[in-house]
């Protein structure tokens, strides 16, 4: 039986090595965050465009509204916002919840992660970096979205109940609306501004403002909670990412200490590098290359 003496120490390193188990935590939180920015995305964008559908099409972000005196009374003109505004708070949550679920089904199929681990794609790991990349970035686009609506809508919110709209006549070409609004009628919610139209009550059937009741601009509200709620997911998505990589959650740190060795005369020498022995965690392998050379590793803080 061979045996050898080890020596002094003569260096000492450090590797990572992947974890045989993952906690499932990690997978739980990622993909259930990563679900509620798809559901919340799809919700702000499908509400904002059933809203523009009531409107023909129209941008209420940005809208101008103006009174103007005509024939004794008032006018009241309103110039939408343009469409790209819109669009651009409607592209970014349905992109964004594609990609949210096209990574939590990458997470999903990778499984817990680890050597261990019986997931259909192996190393989940290698996803991590990616993932944060692509969250960091999607979460910047959503913050502009977010941002252009809540602050978009709340002008014309400010516009709408902050001035008293009396007029006659009708408008030309649906840019004018007959529309009596007493500020004291109105009341802010946490999201905007909402209108009692048992107060206000358009004259014209055909003016861009006549659609606005109730029950319509509730979906406004909703499109603007939804918004927030998708930043609020993308946010927890980038921080668990970010904790995954920080905390090395799928590899675990290993010391490599390398001993001089002195051999007996009457040891055999290993003829491949191999493993002679197991014990509390730490290993010895012996290199043929360097006869007097054998490595010591172990999982840092044994």
Not at 35 to 60: E, K, M, Q, V
Not at 202 to 228: G, K, V
Not at 285 to 295: C, D, G, N, Q, S
Request: hydrophobic share 40%.
């Amino acid at each position: 039986m061979s045996s050898r003496t080890a020596g002094p120490l003569v260096d000492r390193s450090f590797r990572l090595v992947e974890n045989q188990n993952i906690s499932k935590s990690w997978l739980y939180t990622q993909t259930f965050f990563y679900f509620c920015a798809a559901l919340a995305g799809f919700a702000c964008a499908y509400t904002l465009r059933t809203f523009r559908n009531i409107f023909s099409d129209s941008c209420l972000i940005n809208i101008e509204i103006a009174r103007n005196s005509k024939n004794g009374g008032s006018e009241v003109q309103a110039v939408y916002g343009p469409t790209t505004q819109c669009d651009y708070c409607e592209f970014v949550p349905v992109m964004a919840s594609i990609a949210a679920l096209v990574f939590a089904m990458f997470f999903i199929m990778g499984g817990r992660g680890g050597k261990g681990s019986p997931g259909f794609l192996p190393s989940p790991w290698r996803i991590v970096v990616p993932a944060l990349v692509f969250n960091v970035v999607a979460l910047g686009f959503v913050i502009s979205s977010t941002t252009i609506l809540h602050n978009g809508l709340q002008r014309f919110c400010d516009q709408l109940l902050g001035k008293q709209l009396e007029m006659s006549g009708t408008g030309n070409n649906g840019t004018t609306t007959d529309i009596s609004v007493n500020p004291q009628h109105g009341f802010r919610t946490l999201t905007g501004c909402r209108v009692d139209l048992n107060e206000t009550v358009p004259a014209d059937q055909h003016s861009p403002l006549h659609a606005i009741t109730p029950s319509n601009y509730a979906l406004l509200e909703i499109s603007q909670i939804a918004s927030w709620c998708n930043v609020i997911s993308w946010v927890m998505c980038v921080s668990i990412t970010f904790l995954r990589f920080l905390c090395l959650a799928d590899f675990r740190l290993v010391r490599f200490d390398f001993l001089l060795v002195t051999p007996e005369a009457d040891v055999e020498k290993p003829d491949s590098s191999s493993t002679m022995r197991t014990a509390h965690g730490e290993s010895t392998e012996f290199f043929p290359a360097h006869e007097r050379l054998e490595v010591n590793h172990q999982e840092d803080g044994n």
